[in-house]
């Protein structure tokens, strides 16, 4: 699962984070994902799901100092499921490693946090998870941002198995969903819910507020996988309360098996 689950400091009026915590949660637990990739997660939030989502491992810094300040990219791992043997974080930038670095156009510090994972149900097989959060204003730093992510994945899990999740503020057949999942490149990226949805959706838009209405197609949130996963299932969770939604953004899930 991939959830942008918006800023607990935000001025949202009735849809403040205290107002709708209990809502992410049980969005969350209904799916009941092994792995969870969050995006705009303040360490508070970062801490009030851990304390709620007990069975799972969480891992996530800020992008301002690669410590407590801003965003973090939490992702959630199933302690049952996996054995983490790794893990860390880079920055979109010219200094990746360098915390809080910036390049291009963004107009803000942007980062991506990885997990290297011993699968128990695959007999320890290794298995790699990428969590990220594009720039909503840069152009060129979104796609520059995609091919980045593509080369530290390729850089990092080889061969393995590779998933990712992130909100990507840029739409299907963008630059930077084809730096992302076109051409030529080392690991092999598929689009789940492309994979799985194979016609054309003019409501698969995943952001636009806290409210259940037809969102259009702009479909920004992805969950990517490499070619040693089968789709058995990708979708757009609408989950809602009387046409309230718990965030800004659908969560977007996938069901994938190792061939």
């Known amino acids: 699962m991939s959830f942008n689950i918006r800023y607990g400091t935000a001025n949202d009026g009735d849809h403040v984070w205290d107002n709708r915590k209990e809502f992410v949660v049980e969005t969350i637990e209904a799916f009941a994902p092994d792995l969870l990739g969050t995006q705009e997660t303040l360490k508070f939030q970062k801490d009030y799901l851990h304390e709620h989502l007990s069975e ?38 010219e200094t990746p490693n360098e915390p809080g670095s910036k390049a291009w156009d963004t107009s803000l510090p942007r980062m991506a946090t990885w997990v290297k994972l011993s699968d128990r149900a695959q007999d320890g097989r290794t298995i790699w998870f990428f969590n990220t959060h594009f720039d909503h204003r840069g152009s060129e730093a979104r ?4 091919s980045l992510l593509r080369r530290m994945v390729s850089q990092l899990a080889g061969k393995d198995p590779a998933i990712i999740t992130g909100d990507f503020n840029a739409p299907e ?9 076109e051409g030529e490149t080392p690991i092999p990226l598929t689009d789940t819910y492309r994979s ?8 698969a838009g995943t952001s636009g507020g806290f409210t259940l209405k037809d969102r259009g197609t702009r479909r920004i949130d992805w969950i990517g996988c490499s070619k040693q996963f089968s789709v058995l299932s990708a979708e757009i969770d609408r989950t809602n309360r009387d046409g309230v939604t718990p965030s800004d953004h659908f969560p977007v899930t996938a069901v994938l098996q190792l061939k």
């Not at 800020?62 to 973090?72: I, L």
């Not at 057949?173 to 999942?181: A, I, K, Q, R």
């Open 173 to 181: 057949g963008s630059d930077v969903y084809n730096n992302l999942f």
């Open 56 to 93: 799972y491992h969480v891992i996530g810094v800020g992008r301002d100092d690669g410590q407590e300040a801003g965003e973090m990219m939490a992702v959630y791992i199933r302690k049952s499921r996996f054995e983490i043997l790794d893990s860390g974080h880079f920055w979109y930038s």
């Open 196 to 203: 799985f949805h194979s016609d054309s959706d003019e409501n």
């Open 143 to 146: 796609r520059e941002s995609a």
